[in-house]
């Protein structure tokens, strides 16, 4: 058996700053557990066939939904977008930290056109 990877994710937070640049900290069954800092706002962006959660750990963030009211994350609490629902992240106060938990391979700037946001995702 591998041994248990054990993360404080705090810690790992702190190994980073680059903003919507997730990271992966462990995998799960097909999944991915990403850290994000959240800097500004993101892109407009939707997932044709994947949720995305979205769990903040510090700071406070607004997830802007198109056509309906906005969600609005602060430290401990989760939210799950649906797939195929255009959102933007938005950062009301910071530094806000993210931890996402989505398919694998699932790009993060899903249908928007590819550019500075869009990341290959490495590991932590």
């Not at 607004?62 to 989760?78: H, M, Q, Y």
Request: aromatic share 6%.
């Amino acid at each position: 058996m591998n041994r248990p990877r054990v993360v404080n994710l705090a810690q790992a937070h702190q190994r980073f700053d680059a903003p919507w640049s997730p990271k992966r900290i462990a995998r799960v069954d097909g999944y991915e557990v990403k850290l994000a800092k959240g800097e500004g706002s993101f892109a407009w962006h939707a997932h044709a066939d994947e949720d995305e959660l979205f769990y903040v750990t510090s700071g406070r963030l607004r997830i802007e939904l198109e056509g309906e009211e906005s969600v609005v994350l602060g430290p401990g609490d989760l939210t799950v977008i649906p797939k195929g629902v255009r959102h933007r992240p938005v950062v009301e106060a910071g530094p806000v930290h993210i931890l996402l938990f989505e398919r694998a391979g699932v790009v993060n700037t899903g249908d928007a056109e590819a550019g500075d946001l869009t990341q290959i995702i490495e590991d932590l």
